[in-house]
Nanobody, 124 residues
Framework: QVQLVESGGGLVQAGGSLRLSCAAS????????MAWFRQAPGKDRECVAS????????YYTDSVKGRFTISRVNAKNTVYLQMNSLKPEDTAVYYC?????????????????WGQGTQVTVSS
């Protein structure tokens, strides 16, 4: 069992930065693939980035490549999403997810556990 709690969301101007954190409880964290998803109003939930259990493999959706960085510190049971050069279209609720079942890195079905989400709003 893994419980996930996100923090770090807020309101920022376009071009600004935010860092999201996801604190996890449970012994399976260190063996889980972790990911950040987001969901904007009226849109499907999409995977923004994922990171393997070791941190060696990372994936990003095209729209955030070069701007967002996912990282993890297993000793702290925490995963981060550093978001730079934010755009109004990045506005969404951001969710942390943990998966142990394998599958596509960007598929909702690959993840077993979800946080409650944190709101990110980017003003123009």
């Amino acid at each position: 069992q893994v419980q996930l709690v996100e923090s770090g969301g807020g309101l920022v101007q376009a071009g600004g930065s935010l860092r999201l954190s996801c604190a996890a409880s449970g012994r399976t964290f260190t063996s889980a693939t972790m990911a950040w998803f987001r969901q904007a109003p009226g849109k499907d939930r999409e995977c923004v980035a994922s990171i393997s259990w070791s941190g060696a493999v990372r994936y990003y959706t095209d729209s955030v490549k070069g701007r967002f960085t996912i990282s993890r510190v297993n000793a702290k049971n925490t995963v981060y999403l550093q978001m730079n050069s934010l755009k109004p279209e990045d506005t969404a609720v951001y969710y942390c997810a943990a998966g142990t079942r394998g599958g596509r890195w960007d598929a909702y079905e690959s993840y077993d556990y979800w946080g409650q989400g944190t709101q990110v709003t980017v003003s123009s």
